[in-house]
C-alpha cells in the first residue's frame, strides 16, 4: 500500500507532491535525498529572486548574491520542514515551497539594500504629490488636497501610526526593514499601516474632501 | 508630474478599499493564488481579500509577481 495514501494531509495533493511528502517523511537515504532535492529546489528559487532584484543591487557582487540565495535557500528549508504538516495540497507542493525561498531571499534582499541607511520616519518630500504644469485652478485643487493630507496626517495618527504610513507609504521603506529597525513583524506593521490608512480616509470623508475625482482619474 | 502618477501616490499613501487579508494570512494562500491564475480561474473568487492586499502590500506583492512569474516560466517550458 502506498504509505502516502495513509497521511490525511496529502489527502488533496497530486501525486508529484504526495512523493515530495513521502520522500521528507521518510527515514535514512530516501529522507537524505529527499532533503537534498528540496534543497536544490529552494536554491533555484532563490537564485530567481537574487536574479530578479539584481539590477536595483548593483553594489552586490556576484558571490554576496549566490550566498544571499544560499543562506536564504537554507533558512527555507529550515521553514518548509518545520511547516510540513501545514501542507494541505492547496497548491503543488513545489509552489508551496518556492514561496518559501522567495520571501527568505527577497527579505534578505531588502535588508542588504538598506544595511547601514537610515529609515526615514518623517516625510522627505511632497514632491511625489505634486504635479507640474497644472492648469491653474487645477493646481489650486491639488494644492487644497495635499494640505488636507498633510494636516490629517498630522492632526488624526497616532505617532506610532504617523511613522509607520509615512516610512513605507511615503518614503518607500520596506516593510521588512521597517520591522526589523522597530523590533517588531512585517504582520503587525501592515495592521498599523491598515488602520491608519483607514483612519484617514474616514477623516478625508467626513470633512467633505472628494477622493474619488483624484484615485479615479486615470479612468476617465 | 501627470495625474496617474498623483493617483499612484495617492494609492500608496490611502491604500485599497474594502476588505483585505493582512501579510501572514496572505503568505498563507499566495500559493493557491497563483496555481489559480496560472490557470486562468476566478482567484479573486475563491480568494477574498488577497488582491485588495497585493494592492497595498508592496512587499507581498513582490513576492507575488515573483511567484507566478517563477511557476508560470516552468509551466511554459
Sequence with gaps: MDASAQLPATAAADQDSREWLQGLRATGAEHEAAIERLHALLLRA???????????????????LDEIALEAADDALMSVLAKLEDFRGASRFTTWVYKFALLEAAVKLRKRAW?????????????????????????????????????AIV???????RRVLVAIAINGVPIDVLADRLSTTRGALYKTLHDARQKLRRHLHETGLQLGSWLEEENR | MKRPELKQALGRLLGPVGPEVGCDECFEQLDRYVELELAGKDADAALPGLRAHLAGCPACREEHDSLRALVGGEQAL
Design chain 1, 46 to 64: 532563490a537564485r530567481f529572486e537574487v536574479a530578479r532584484r539584481r539590477p536595483t543591487l548593483p553594489h552586490l557582487r556576484g558571490n554576496e
Design chain 1, 115 to 151: 544595511q547601514g541607511r537610515e529609515v526615514p520616519l518623517e516625510p522627505e518630500t511632497w514632491s511625489l504629490f505634486a504635479s507640474s504644469g497644472l492648469a491653474p485652478e487645477a493646481e489650486l485643487e491639488q494644492q487644497e488636497l495635499l494640505g488636507a493630507l498633510q494636516r
Design chain 1, 155 to 161: 492632526d488624526v495618527l497616532t505617532p506610532h501610526q
